[in-house]
Nanobody
């Protein structure tokens, strides 16, 4: 199984980014996909998750109405549309996969990508 995250970069406060995560080696449409982030010196934190069909989405309170998660099962790809970015959104963003949504803790996810760095300058 491979999860390849991309789309990070250096942006200014207020800018938007679209992160992508391309999956291979697993039946993508039967996996819940999630995004997590880890800022320097902090624990990995849940950002968002999306169910198999995309009908169900879950968000951390800190990003609700700011970030949007989506997926394209035909392309085996999950996206995170990060809008109105703030310096506190600076982190390495990871995508992850699990067969069933069972909460927001990172231990619930089986497969992980390598992460993509998002840096937001003020």
């Amino acid at each position: 199984v491979q999860l390849q995250a991309s789309g990070g970069g250096l942006v200014q406060a207020g800018d938007s980014l679209r992160l992508s995560c391309a999956a291979s080696g697993l039946p993508f449409s039967t996996y819940v996909m999630g995004w997590f982030r880890q800022a320097a010196g902090k624990e990995r934190a849940f950002v968002a998750a999306i169910g198999w069909s995309g009908a169900r989405t879950y968000y951390a309170d800190s990003v609700k109405l700011q970030f949007i998660i989506s997926r394209d099962n035909a392309k085996n790809t999950v996206y995170l549309h990060a809008n109105s970015l703030k310096p506190e959104d600076t982190a390495v963003y990871y995508c992850a996969a699990t067969q069933y949504y069972s909460g927001r803790h990172y231990s619930n996810y089986r497969y992980w990508g390598q992460g993509t760095l998002v840096t937001v300058s003020s």
